[in-house]
């Protein structure tokens, strides 16, 4: 079964997009923000990002909040070059003043108002998989900001979506930590950036039960261990080496907290 190799980069300062950390290229990198208040690290994420879009009333945070996440700039200029490239969903959240800043900035606005059946970070996904000729498919990263935190029926609704799109690598973040599938589909080896990640980590069964999961790499490894809701599933663990390994039977959700500065 092939492996997928995983790094969470995108949480530090890159000096050159060339390569990533296992020498690999460095993933082609998509934005999408949601209507939560804006991770501290946003403008890192913006700036490793080859396309941003905010969802909806997402545009609303980023016009906000950014300013305050870089208090020593002006607040004009910071609201001027965080110009998301595209803002689509069903527009019942976005401001009127906010939509048209952006409108005259140049900024694509996509309302798929008649559209009820998906959610906003779905319709932001399928535009990134259809309409982004320039992005490196094969080697794409989604990273969704403020997908965590407020209602626990958008969170769920989140990460529903990455079961919906379980092809493609998409992973939520919020201050505290990070969420992404990973498929049966593969195994899995996961680069564990201890200087902004860990160490308090999870993997959790998502569709159906998993009758069989190993891993390595972790304070409590599972050994051929079946997880199910109702059963045990693997909360608050700890990754204990610089790679994790995870082989499973069923889709997991991997989480790891990501550490204050």
């Given amino acids: 079964m092939d492996v997928i190799r995983h790094c969470s980069s995108f949480l530090l300062p890159s000096p050159s997009h060339a390569a990533g950390t296992d020498g690999r290229p460095t993933p082609a990198y998509a934005l999408v923000v949601l209507n939560q208040r804006l991770p501290r690290f946003t403008p890192l994420l913006w700036e490793h990002a080859q396309v941003r879009m905010c969802a909806d009333g997402g545009a609303n945070r980023v016009y906000d909040e950014m300013p305050g996440l870089l208090p ?16 689509k969903g069903d527009m019942d959240s976005i401001r009127t003043e906010i939509m048209d800043f952006y409108r005259k900035l140049g900024t694509k ?28 498919k094969s080697n794409l990263c989604i990273l969704v900001a403020g997908a965590l935190g407020g209602r626990f029926d958008h969170e769920i ?3 529903n979506v990455l079961c919906r799109f379980s ?15 990973l498929p049966r589909t593969h195994h899995h080896e996961i680069h564990i950036l201890s200087s902004v990640e860990g160490p308090h980590c999870g993997l959790v069964p998502i569709g159906i039960p998993s009758k069989s999961t190993t891993t390595t ?22 990754a204990r080496e610089e790679t994790v390994t995870v082989r499973s039977d069923s889709d997991l959700l991997w989480t790891i907290s990501i550490k204050k500065p």
């Fill in 72 to 87: 020593h700039e002006d607040a004009v200029a910071i609201r001027n070059r965080y110009k998301p490239e595209v803002i």
């Fill in 109 to 136: 606005i996509v309302d798929e108002s008649h559209d009820q059946d998906t959610t906003d970070l779905h319709k932001c996904v399928s535009y990134i998989r259809d309409s982004t000729p320039e992005l490196d």
């Fill in 157 to 159: 609704g989140n990460i």
């Fill in 167 to 181: 092809d493609m690598r998409i992973i939520l973040i919020s201050d505290d930590c990070l969420i992404q599938l």
């Fill in 217 to 238: 790499g972790l304070q409590w490894d599972l050994a051929d261990t079946e997880m199910k809701f109702g059963g045990l599933i693997s909360t608050s663990n700890i």
